[in-house]
């Protein structure tokens, strides 16, 4: 089991910057792929960003290249999504999630293993 605590979550406006971030409790020995999902109301849930366990590799979604950057810091068990230049489109309710077993590139629904509770990020025009 993998817990997590995410925290930065809020009001920006658009143009401005956020940081997420997520710091994972899980089974020791176990090495996580981390990333981020997120949600907006009355729409599917999609893929942000994710990072390999060792932050050597990272995957963004279409909507955020160029704007959003995931990182982590392994001796905090934390994993960081950089904001810029957020857009209310952005608006929604990100989901820290965790996974060890799938291919590092593949970041569907079906392979993650571990979901947090969600922080919600609103953005003003």
């Known amino acids: 089991q993998v817990n997590f605590v995410e925290s930065g979550g809020g009001l920006v406006q658009a143009g401005g910057s956020l940081r997420l971030s997520c710091a994972a409790s899980?089974?020791?020995?176990?090495?996580?792929?981390m990333g981020w999902f997120r949600q907006a109301p009355g729409r599917e849930r999609e893929f942000v960003a994710g990072?390999?366990?060792?932050?050597?590799?990272?995957y963004y979604g279409d909507s955020v290249k160029g704007r959003f950057t995931i990182a982590r810091d392994n001796g905090k068990n934390t994993v960081y999504l950089q904001m810029n230049d957020p857009k209310p489109e952005d608006t929604a309710v990100y989901y820290c999630?965790?996974?060890?077993?799938?291919?590092?590139?593949?970041?569907?629904?079906?392979?993650?293993?571990?979901w947090g509770q969600g922080t919600q990020v609103t953005v003003s025009s």
């Open positions: 899980g089974r020791p020995g176990t090495t996580y792929a």
């Open positions: 990072i390999s366990w060792n932050g050597a590799a990272t």
């Open positions: 999630v965790a996974k060890a077993l799938s291919p590092p590139e593949l970041w569907t629904l079906a392979a993650v293993d571990y």
